[in-house]
């Protein structure tokens, strides 16, 4: 749907023409994916005897809250007004981005040792540092059980990539802080993203790490890819493409001189970010280098 044009104001204290009320009950209707639990309104170009108790009105008012950020909505579009302008915008977004999450890959083959020298060739650093981000990073597993790679969904990445808008609305998915209990782990984190993914699918796939050795989607030029949806697309295809983005992403953020050295605490800040001793990154891959520098 384009962008809806209302020569007068829809809702409470407005002018309520049928032909605007229609309008605004249609592009409604287009964008109830927004305003949960709303359910598609009759476009009838009404309002009733009681604007007040109207279900256009109510919705107007969802949308308000939801997505105009109104603490104190007034149930009327206004033309070129901040919800008529925030409509239009969503209006012009809605189905621009038509991806869907690839099917589970059936190409769920283990790295072998020679993927493993090959890239440990390239960095210039031991096998066993590869080894060592690998486990702490993903536990050693690439994909779940189901042939989907292995993520997590990360709602305060959300909640900041979209300015915060569906922190009250939509809090399991996007929170201004990081909150340990939204994790739902395993196989259901793709609950949450596909959850996400209908509010912003874009900014949804960045919010989510991915693969062995979980990249965040928002890396994904780091990883040597023009957009997020061919990194997620990659990400379903195989273990070694997920090491090849890996490659990247270590080159690009120069990080392999730290893999050399075994300066496990300067990798784990430029991989994981500055709260990585909170989670004992470091700690932890140095003690998996050490067990793997021994084999």
Same mark, same amino acid.
């Given at each position: =749907? ?30 109830? *994916?927004?305003?949960?639990?709303? *359910? ?25 809250? @939801?997505? +105009?950020? =109104? ?38 083959? !283990? ?60 809090? %399991?998915? %996007? ?20 959850? !996400? =993914? ?36 990659? =990400? ?10 890996? +490659? ?16 496990? !605490?300067?990798? !784990? ?25 021994? @084999?």
């Amino acid at each position: =749907m384009s962008v809806i044009r209302i020569p007068q104001s829809v809702g409470l204290g407005g002018v309520n023409t049928p032909a605007d009320v229609k309008t605004v009950q249609t592009a409604l209707n287009k964008l109830l *994916k927004l305003i949960s639990p709303t *359910k598609a309104l009759a476009v009838d170009g009404r309002l009733g005897s009681r604007p007040e108790n109207s279900k256009t009105v109510a919705a107007i008012k969802q949308f308000q809250s @939801k997505v +105009v950020g =109104m603490v104190r909505p007034d149930g009327r579009i206004d033309p070129n007004g901040r919800s008529h302008r925030k409509i239009n915008e969503k209006l012009t977004t809605i189905g621009q981005v038509h991806f869907k999450l690839p099917v589970a890959s059936s190409n769920v083959q !283990a790295l072998s040792e020679s993927d493993f020298q090959d890239v440990a060739n390239q960095l210039g650093c031991k096998v066993a540092a590869i080894k060592a981000v690998a486990e702490v990073e993903s536990a050693g597993d690439a994909f779940f059980s189901n042939g989907k790679p292995k993520i997590l969904y990360e709602a305060h990445i959300f909640s900041r990539l979209t300015n915060h808008k569906y922190d009250s609305s939509h809090p %399991s998915i %996007s929170s201004r802080s990081w909150n340990r209990s939204l994790y739902v782990g395993g196989p259901q984190e793709y609950a949450r993203l596909e959850k !996400a =993914m209908e509010l912003d699918v874009i900014e949804a796939l960045k919010s989510t790490s991915w693969g062995r050795f979980q990249i965040m989607g928002f890396n994904y030029s780091a990883a040597g890819f023009a957009s997020v949806e061919a990194f997620v697309q990659t =990400m379903f295809t195989s273990q070694r493409k997920q090491l090849d983005a890996f +490659v990247n992403f270590v080159k690009s953020k120069g990080l392999e001189k730290h893999l050399i050295t075994l300066n496990w !605490a300067a990798f !784990a800040e430029g991989y994981n970010g500055s709260q990585y001793a909170q989670n004992k990154y470091d700690v932890k891959l140095k003690k998996a280098f050490d067990k793997y520098d021994k @084999k």
